[in-house]
């Protein structure tokens, strides 16, 4: 396998820097044969250039692009570039987007799934309010607000609604130009970030064709809902993997959590190249793969 990695020790540190440095660590301690890319085409220019160092493979061989959620555009040349010289990512470009834009996941997940309504003005507020009722969460088609707190994230009337759903617009990195309204679930939690934001009983799961690679807590640090029993395991590697199939994504990550009801549901879904490993041992996931792809 070909990992395509952003990690390089010239970039400021975060949380993110830090997993794509210990995911790239578990790739070549396995074996990988590593490649190093630039975050963004600003010096390079093209896709083309951006991977000029990448040897030319006679057979196709399989890709994984460790790194930060990228623009649609970048990631569609990336993939070619890299197809060009016989390394095929995981995800075709559809297919990323598919796991990516909550618009285009959401239509093969109802029922499993909060109901919800994707907006792009500020004009269609009014009937989306009346629509699904208040409260609402909001969240841009790709990100939400939630590391700016609960109040970023949520609409208890129209004027809350219109302003929040104003500044996502203007972000583009989380919005795309589309914005998700839902229907507000209480997730069953025990703690709260120090944003407010309540960390609900919630597990991610990264699945490859149907398969359950592994799964982990969604939050940081302790937590006694992080346990499940072998009967509430089976509910969520279940709901997880019927998620997958019908959403038919090679790769992806899917984020279960539980409702103070007790009944599991679908969060959102990513493309697992870029996803957060929350509990999730990074050799352990890498070992997965590899049994996959040696």
């Known amino acids: 396998m070909i990992v395509l990695s952003e990690s390089t020790e010239q970039i400021e540190p975060s949380a993110s820097a830090s997993e794509n440095k210990l995911m790239t660590e578990a790739a070549q301690l396995l074996g990988c044969k590593v490649y190093h890319i630039p975050r963004d085409f600003e ?18 061989t399989a890709g994984i692009w460790i790194g930060y959620i ?58 989306a309010g009346e629509l699904l009722g208040f409260p609402l969460f909001i969240k841009g088609a790709v990100q939400s607000q939630k590391m700016q707190g609960w109040k970023s994230c949520i609409a208890n009337n129209q004027e809350e609604l219109i302003s929040t759903t104003e500044g996502l617009l203007k ?60 009967p509430e395991e089976t509910q969520v590697l279940k709901l997880a993997v019927l998620a997958s199939e019908c959403l038919g994504v090679p790769y992806i990550a899917i984020d279960i959590g539980q409702l103070e009801s007790g009944e599991w549901i679908v969060i959102e879904t ?25």
């Open 70 to 127: 990228p623009e649609f555009e970048r990631y569609q040349a990336i993939y070619y570039a890299a197809l060009a010289k016989g390394i095929k990512l995981l995800n075709t470009p559809l297919e990323h987007q598919t796991a990516l834009e909550f618009d285009l996941f959401y239509p093969h997940l109802k029922g499993l799934t909060p109901e919800s309504l994707v907006i792009t003005s500020t004009s269609e507020c009014i009937e």
């Open 270 to 294: 990513a493309d697992a190249q870029f996803a957060g490993l929350s509990h999730i041992p990074a050799l352990e996931l890498w070992n997965k793969l590899k049994d996959i792809y040696y």
């Open 171 to 230: 972000l583009k990195y989380h919005s795309r130009g589309r914005v998700i309204l839902r229907k507000l679930e209480k997730l069953r939690h025990k703690r709260l970030a120090p944003n407010g934001f309540p960390m609900g009983r919630e597990f991610r799961c990264f699945i490859h064709n149907q398969q359950i690679l592994k799964y982990g807590y969604y939050w940081d640090g302790e937590d006694e809902l992080s346990k499940l029993s072998k």
């Open 43 to 60: 010096r390079c220019g093209t896709a083309e250039n951006a991977l000029w160092h990448i040897s030319n493979y006679s057979q196709i």
